[in-house]
């Protein structure tokens, strides 16, 4: 125990425990930064669609979470919705975050009308900047709101659930697609839905994040459901 406390009040104890506080420190700043990037770009406001209410919900497990969410107008009254999910952490995840929706608002603002193309054309953007051990997965979708229709195309995503709130049975919108980021290449499986309708409301949301996560204190996603 002696031999131990002389150890501990060594110049080059005192060196190693200052130089972990400073390494603790420079981490800490890093977070920082990476929370004020993720927040910022981070929807300030909820999209109004006349007869549609949406209610994102956002709440990290870590100090910095890679999940993100994006409301984009489009022409002729529809709304395209993003949900996503950056690999990695700290301020290389928080740019990867910004790189990726920039990509996405610029491609889906051209006027294109496919999601499975816009995330196929991310995903050449993405490959050709993207570390080879980062990635991004995104579910991409676009709501007409006066017929209800719902087209989707998935990267990789966790599946969104469509649940019918007059009590019919709750299903997931699967669509096929590799992460963005990975391999230049990629097409991706286009569904749509007519199940978010006016005649029988119903609302849409991550499937794992919606029904089971939340609880855990991760979720970033828009619920989309019919208004009354």
Excluded at 6 to 22: C, G, I, K, T, V
Excluded at 91 to 102: D, G, I, K, N, R
Excluded at 123 to 138: Q, W
Aim: proline letters at 7%.
């Amino acid at each position: 125990m002696e031999e131990r406390g002389l150890s501990d009040s060594s110049p080059l104890w005192q060196r190693r425990l200052e130089n972990e506080a400073l390494a603790r420190e420079r981490v800490e700043q890093e977070l920082q930064v990476a929370r004020r990037i993720q927040h910022a770009l981070l929807p300030k406001a909820v999209p109004a669609l006349v007869g549609w209410e949406i209610s994102p919900y956002y709440q990290p497990a870590r100090e910095v979470g890679g999940d993100f969410y994006d409301f984009v107008p489009l022409a002729d009254d529809r709304m395209g919705l993003v949900m996503g999910d950056v690999s990695g952490k700290g301020v290389p995840a928080a740019v990867l975050m910004a790189s990726t929706q920039s990509v996405l608002r610029a491609l889906a603002q051209r006027g294109s009308p496919s999601p499975s193309r816009v995330l196929a054309e991310a995903n050449e953007v993405l490959c050709t900047y993207i570390p080879p051990n980062m990635f991004v997965t995104c579910f991409y979708a676009i709501l007409e709101p006066e017929s209800g229709r719902f087209i989707y195309a998935n990267a990789g995503q966790t599946l969104p659930c469509c649940r019918r709130h007059d009590g019919g049975q709750t299903g997931e919108l699967a669509a096929r697609g590799m992460p963005l980021g990975l391999m230049p290449g990629m097409s991706y499986e286009e569904k749509e839905t007519r199940s978010l309708c006016r005649e029988t409301a119903s609302s849409c949301a991550p499937t794992g994040w919606s029904r089971h996560t939340v609880a855990e204190g991760r979720c970033s996603a828009p619920l989309v459901s019919e208004g009354s």
